[in-house]
């Protein structure tokens, strides 16, 4: 007997996971890996979360909350915009998520309807274009590089042919770590409230920047109509405790929490409850930006060393995207031979961008210094 499957689950893996189960493998084998493909901060959250969640273990319930997340949490982020942006972001305009991925789907369910047409940089983060087509959305790949520094903008977005009805932005992006500014940030999302385009503002690496400081769409008085979504995962350190927002218009705040109630009931109490002590953990935090700052310094000095000469411009986050070009003309394989030959695992530029990545590939530098130091070592070796 055959049995109806639905089409919607036939979607791209997300590669990097691939990766770090091929790594793992190897690990569990007795083989000395050394990750530079997970995009995630290494060692523990702050102390202060780990110690309210202890105490909440200890003290309260732990029940359902609210399906936009409990009122302090949503009252501190509102907080951490006025004082990090000098934004006006009201708590009812707040919705915490089970994580940033949840807040990709609820947006993108409120915001737009099969057969719309979303666009995304080409490189980019590769769930976006894989949930846009598991729910009929069409992904429109515009591709970006050197000469747009690896960013959407107003000026490539009125190029697309056709009709847009949304866009995602990241600043810091994912896999580049290239940013736009206040001001760019601002430019962007005037083109797309005038030209009725739902911007998608994807904040998630805001606080790891190098040098540049990250602009938001959160309050700002051009963007009415925009959406951000922000995650404790990178910055905050949080990443297995699921936790991220999103910052809503009016339009869409009731259709949202709807969704949310149906499809997630409540994000994780425990970790709302730790979440709302991070934002007191600055001093921490900010030592760890130093670290990945003295890592991606390290990766620079080093990499060209073997091989790796062509990057773009690491202005946040903690990733370095590669052209490999000269090197391979298969990315999958190369970073497969890659981790067999040297133990250094990274992530082929095929997950990020369909059409090129065959060409290119991204190292995470979110480890330690002494990973950076020996995997560099490692990979002038095997170039030579």
């Known amino acids: 007997m055959t049995f109806?499957?639905?089409e919607r689950g036939a979607i791209s893996p997300f590669i990097?996971?691939?990766?770090?189960?091929?790594?793992?493998?190897?690990?569990?084998?007795?083989?000395?890996v050394i990750h530079l493909e997970v995009g995630q901060p290494s060692g523990q959250a702050p102390?202060?979360?780990?110690?309210?969640?202890?105490?909440?273990?200890?003290?309260?319930?732990l029940g359902y909350t609210l399906a936009l997340g409990t009122d302090g949490l949503r009252q501190r982020i509102s907080r951490h915009y006025r004082e990090s942006y000098g934004a006006d972001v009201a708590p009812e305009r707040i919705c915490v998520t089970t994580g940033s991925s949840a807040g990709f789907l609820l947006s993108f369910l409120a915001a737009f309807a099969p057969g719309d047409r979303v666009a995304v940089a080409a490189p980019g983060y590769p769930a976006y274009r894989n949930i846009l087509k598991a729910l009929d959305i069409e992904c429109i790949n515009v591709p970006v590089g050197a000469d747009s520094r690896w960013q959407l903008s107003a000026e490539v977005l009125a190029g697309v042919p056709g009709?847009?009805?949304?866009?995602?932005?990241?600043?810091?992006s994912n896999p580049t770590g290239s940013m736009l500014d206040a001001a760019q940030v601002a430019a962007l999302a005037a083109w797309c409230e005038g030209n009725g385009v739902r911007l998608i503002s994807d904040e998630i690496?805001?606080?790891?920047?190098?040098?540049?400081?990250?602009?938001t769409v959160a309050g700002m008085a051009a963007a009415p109509h925009a959406v951000v979504i922000n995650?404790?995962?990178?910055?905050?350190?949080?990443?297995?405790?699921?936790?991220?927002?999103?910052v809503l218009p009016d339009d869409l705040t009731r259709s949202v929490e709807c969704l949310a109630q149906n499809l997630f009931i409540s994000p994780p109490t425990l970790s709302q409850i730790a979440a709302e002590a991070v934002f007191d953990c600055t001093e921490e935090l900010d030592a760890r930006v130093a670290a990945y700052g003295a890592n991606r310094d390290i990766l620079l000095n080093e990499l060209p060393g073997a091989g790796f000469d062509r990057l773009a411009p690491p202005d946040g986050a903690f990733y370095l995207?590669?052209?490999?070009?000269?090197?391979?003309?298969?990315?999958?394989?190369?970073?497969?031979?890659?981790?067999?030959?040297?133990?250094?695992?990274?992530?082929?530029?095929?997950?990020?961008?369909?059409?090129?990545?065959?060409?290119?590939?991204?190292?995470?530098?979110?480890?330690?210094?002494?990973?950076?130091t020996e995997a560099t070592r490692r990979l002038r070796a095997w170039r030579k």
């Not at 990020?352 to 990973?371: C, E, L, N, Q």
């Open 4 to 6: 109806k499957a639905a």
């Open 16 to 32: 990097v996971m691939d990766v770090m189960r091929e790594a793992a493998r190897r690990q569990a084998e007795g083989a000395d």
């Open 47 to 61: 102390a202060r979360v780990r110690e309210a969640a202890a105490r909440a273990l200890v003290e309260q319930p």
């Open 163 to 172: 009709r847009l009805d949304g866009v995602v932005v990241a600043s810091p």
């Open 205 to 215: 690496y805001h606080g790891i920047s190098y040098g540049r400081t990250a602009g």
């Open 231 to 246: 995650s404790f995962s990178k910055y905050y350190a949080m990443t297995g405790w699921r936790l991220g927002w999103m």
């Open 321 to 372: 995207y590669a052209d490999i070009s000269h090197l391979t003309g298969n990315s999958a394989e190369f970073c497969r031979r890659m981790l067999a030959e040297t133990g250094v695992a990274a992530t082929p530029g095929v997950d990020f961008d369909p059409v090129d990545g065959h060409r290119t590939m991204r190292f995470s530098y979110a480890g330690s210094a002494a990973d950076m």
